[in-house]
């Protein structure tokens, strides 16, 4: 099959910062879901709104003087920007500029000073509110996580490269030094795309259910044009609301190069699980797909940048919960 035409991968203008912080249970240990991520985020968000709101607690959001330059806003309740409804079908929101992936590896319990680690990953144009997240963090896990609130503590907390996993210390125990901490660039991801130049078939591993959408129906099954759409859907926004600029990358040209490559391997599953949503006080089912899959085709080095990207972003719904998490590798 002739490979399309394509000039050199555009990065997106996009930078973000990687967090690793180890939570450390308290005296009663703690009782989590095999996914913790939405309880996490809970958590964070009751936290983040205790500390930074300067209105009424009682107030919605939508009704505030202070919305506009709100933390909490800016954070769990971004405002779609007048002009840029196009981006998304109507009633979509924003999506959260951060991911919260809390590494539990499906363990639910944790007894006093076992400890599990978290990552939290903010992009672009937030990355200066990064304190507000670790001061909520930090009271959230203090308060008490789970149904039963048991109690936990921070103990260590690093910047991370993901593509790299170097690490650069930035807690103590008492004290967070943000203050000159590495960010990740568009720079170096376009080296670590340098490290797969050459193969000829790429793992992809799904750590964390993977729910994409196509034809507005939640996929069971995954093709490389699904994954690549997917991929480039999430890029391009977070780029164009969180970055310096919109991706200036050509999408229809990126799904003819995904129609060149097939998935050759398929060892992944669909995983059943639910969240309690407070705000619209029901139960929601979060499944997706988690497993392995193979990659090969004409079009897959060309493709490569997006898939490492979607080490760093996720890909699909709930990503801010930590859904969607991916590796990738030689295979």
Not at 13 to 35: D, H, N, W
Not at 158 to 183: C, M, Q, R, Y
Request: glycine share 10%; charged share 20%.
């Amino acid at each position: 099959m002739d490979i399309p035409c394509m000039t050199t991968f555009i990065h997106p203008k996009l930078s973000c910062q990687c967090l690793r912080i180890t939570v450390e249970a308290g005296a009663q240990g703690l009782l989590l879901p095999p996914y913790p991520g939405s309880t996490l985020r809970g958590a964070l968000g009751r936290a983040l709104h205790q500390l930074a709101c300067t209105a009424s607690k009682n107030m919605d959001c939508e009704g505030c003087f202070f919305r506009q330059v709100c933390p909490v806003t800016l954070l769990f309740r971004p405002i779609l920007p007048e002009g840029r409804e196009g981006f998304f079908a109507k009633g979509q929101d924003l999506p959260a500029p951060f991911v919260l992936r809390p590494r539990t590896h499906g363990k639910t319990q944790f007894y006093a000073g076992q400890r599990f680690d978290v990552d939290l990953t903010v992009f672009g144009k937030v990355i200066p509110y990064l304190p507000y997240l670790l001061a909520a963090l930090t009271q959230a896990v203090e308060k008490g996580l789970g149904k039963e609130r048991r109690k936990a503590v921070i103990v260590d907390g690093a910047v991370i490269n993901p593509l790299t996993e170097e690490k650069h210390p930035v807690f103590d125990g008492e004290t967070w030094a943000l203050t000159g901490s590495p960010s990740i660039q568009p720079e170096q991801v376009a080296q670590a795309v340098q490290t797969l130049a050459g193969l000829e078939r790429l793992k992809v591993r799904l750590e964390t259910p993977l729910r994409l959408k196509a034809d507005e129906h939640l996929q069971n099954r995954i093709s490389a044009s699904v994954l690549v759409r997917g991929l480039a859907r999430r890029i391009s926004v977070l780029a164009a609301f969180y970055g310096e600029e919109p991706w200036a990358e050509d999408f229809p040209e990126l799904l003819r190069l995904a129609e060149t490559v097939g998935v050759e391997v398929d060892h992944y599953r669909w995983v059943d699980w639910e969240r309690y949503s407070s705000r619209q006080d029901c139960r929601m089912k979060l499944g997706g797909l988690v497993g392995e899959l193979v990659l090969s085709g004409a079009g897959l080095e060309k493709l490569l940048p997006l898939f490492v990207w979607g080490q760093l972003t996720h890909v699909g719904k709930a990503t801010s919960f930590g859904l969607g998490a991916m590796r990738v590798s030689y295979e």
